[in-house]
């Protein structure tokens, strides 16, 4: 660090000591030693520092769990609101982060979130949370819980009534206070169970990062229903009763099943056959008769027109091999598995019911067989297991399986037949 940016470092923790020394509040009857002791190093500035500072605003999270701060919501319609009305600046940066994984996703949603709490941040809410500072300040400074009167002196200090102390310029926004995110995220669940038209009301990227933030919590809600079940069908019948598991299902099971996908792309739920050799044939046969056969470039082919194609033969295949009645056969191998599971002593066993569940309810929806991403999925894990002689099969068969164990080209095969899927969904 430069002697300039050290000189102006100090200059900064030095205005922030003087900013709290004037911030904490005079000691008056029913405040505790502790909170005495508190208020003597806050006001020296003993240890205080611009992180010290980011820490109490991020720990303050630790507030939300008493009594004033515990029933603290904002009106669920305009939650919705305000959240839908900023996504769509954040939608695309959102996506694309999303893909690349890391931390970045985690930061542009926080500055999606302050955008949204600043919508939120109204006159009557600023009245309610003053009311709710000056109750907790009292109750807290008269306790002995160090870490949480120095975070309600900071939170108060910043947030509170300024006539009775210098106000902060530039004071941070509610979106960078662990307690407001936390009020926030558990108001946008609250408006999500609550409204009737919630999901109707916002963006479906953004209706799908919530239900995997509620992946969870959802988690626990399934592993705790199938200790009370034995059956897939007490599942259904659970799903229908229990209004706590039919949210839950409602939110996870789409994500129950593109972990389905992949669990069997990794070969986690064994080999199961569901599809003959002469089934799995005839997407070659479409394959070699309208790609194979003709000239073209691999390095380009393989990775657009041949994947493009290849899905597309799936597709036509499983619609015409899968009668109602084969489809009935499929739909009992799968039960059978996830009796299996639900039957299994083995805890890693066990865990995969839900999944096979998802894939089970996916098989019964009353949608064309190519629409069923559960059934698609089995038709190419089938397919893809096949073994075949290689000797008999084209080089460019041979090239193009060869491939399609690697993960991109499966991942790729993957999205394809579940874009699909939803094209077809918006189209009926």
Known sequence: MT????????????????????LVPTAGGGISSTARAVMARMTAGSGFTEDKFVDLMIGSDILRQEPEFIDMYFPSRPTLEAAT??????????????????QELATIYDDYRIAALQDLDTPEFRRQLQQRLDQCTSRLLAGHDAKKIEVIIWVNALLGNKQARPPLKNAPPLGLYGLFTMVYEDSFDQAMIELADAQDLVDDLLYEMWCARRGE?????????????????????????????????????????EEFQLLMARGALGAPTFFTPD??????????????????SPGRHITTLAMTQFVQCIRETVDEIVSPARLAEITEQLRIEVQHALESKNKDQRALAPY?????????????????????????????????DMDELSPE????LERLQKSQLWQMARESLDSAGEAADDLS
């Open 85 to 102: 009305r900023h996504f769509s600046r954040f939608r695309g940066r959102l996506t694309r982060a999303m893909r690349r994984g890391g």
């Open 279 to 296: 089934e799995i044939a005839l997407t070659m046969h479409k394959m070699e008769e309208r790609h194979w056969r003709r000239s073209w």
């Open 397 to 400: 068969w041979r090239r193009f």
């Open 356 to 388: 096979l569940l998802g894939a089970l309810v996916s098989l019964q929806e009353e949608k064309p067989p190519s629409q069923k991403p559960a059934l698609t999925m089995l038709y190419l894990v089938n397919l893809t297991s096949q073994r075949f």
């Open 217 to 257: 919590a959802d988690r626990a809600i399934f592993t705790a229903a199938l200790d009370r079940i034995t059956t897939p069908d007490q599942f259904a019948g659970l799903v229908e009763t229990d209004a706590a598991l039919a949210g839950a299902w409602q939110r996870q099971k789409r994500l129950l099943l």
């Open 3 to 22: 002697s300039k940016k050290r000189q102006g470092r100090s200059k900064r923790q030095q205005r922030l000591k003087h900013k709290q020394a004037q």
